[in-house]
């Protein structure tokens, strides 16, 4: 089955920063790959999504990168803000519909 | 434009009784998930349902867990006799479509905790 690997586990940046997040997946069957932001105790929320015959996608401060070649995936987001403090998970679905989820990324934003 | 919705949000209960979590998909999603997340960890996929029918239970444990999804009402997880490691946070998306074609959408979760 898929396994979603994502690094690094905590990252800690100053406001204004920017902040990267990357993941890795195996399966190369895999074609949609969502990242969700998820704050204590409330639901995942989707942030962005790349298809796979996309190499990136960008909304606003939020940017996603897709190598298939490599099988990897990463979230950048420019400019942090104390707000953007959370877990992010990534995510991929070989083919169907299972999210494969990794661990998540805690993400802490200091002024 | 009401959002995934999933209650009760927080259910308590005693081991070896049967707990129940309820969904209710967005309006005009058809395709529901559900995933569970355990303290500090990503979610792992459960099941997958369309109205009336189990598409995928894979990801669910053989004993105890059950779900359904009916021609009218929410999905239901059912877990019987629950046991301490059933303690963690039920979350519940729905889909337009396949989540190929379907962005999937959380709810709010239901965080069990056994006793």
């Known amino acids: 089955g898929e396994n979603v690997e994502q690094h690094p586990s905590t990252l800690s940046v100053q406001e204004g920063d920017s902040a990267v997040i990357k993941c890795t997946y195996s399966?190369?069957?895999?074609?949609?790959f969502p990242w969700y932001k998820q704050e204590l105790g409330k639901r995942p929320q989707l942030i962005i999504d790349?298809?796979?015959?996309?190499g990136e996608k960008k909304d606003q401060r939020i940017a996603v990168t897709l190598n298939k070649t490599a099988k990897h995936f990463s979230l950048h987001i420019t400019e942090t803000q104390p707000e953007d403090s959370a877990v992010y998970f990534c995510?991929?679905?070989?083919?169907?519909?299972?999210?494969?989820f990794g661990k998540g990324t805690s993400l802490l934003v200091t002024p | 434009n009401a959002g995934v919705m999933q209650n009760p949000r927080h259910l308590v209960r005693r081991r070896g009784q049967e707990a129940r979590l309820r969904c209710s998909p967005m309006k005009g999603h058809s395709h529901v998930y559900w995933y569970r997340q355990l303290p500090e960890e990503g979610l792992k996929f459960m099941v997958y349902?369309?109205?009336?029918?189990?598409?995928?239970e894979s990801g669910m444990p053989k004993e105890r867990f059950s779900a359904e999804f009916p021609k009218e009402g929410p999905s239901i997880l059912r877990i019987q006799q629950v046991v301490r490691g059933d303690s963690a946070a039920y979350f519940c998306?729905?889909?337009?479509?396949?989540?190929?074609?379907?962005?999937?959408?959380f709810g709010p979760g239901t965080r069990l905790t056994v006793l």
């Open positions: 995510a991929a679905i070989p083919s169907g519909y299972a999210l494969n």
């Open positions: 790349i298809r796979s015959n996309v």
């Open positions: 399966d190369s069957a895999s074609n949609y």
């Open positions: 349902l369309q109205k009336e029918n189990i598409i995928d």
């Open positions: 998306a729905s889909s337009r479509g396949l989540a190929g074609d379907g962005t999937q959408y």
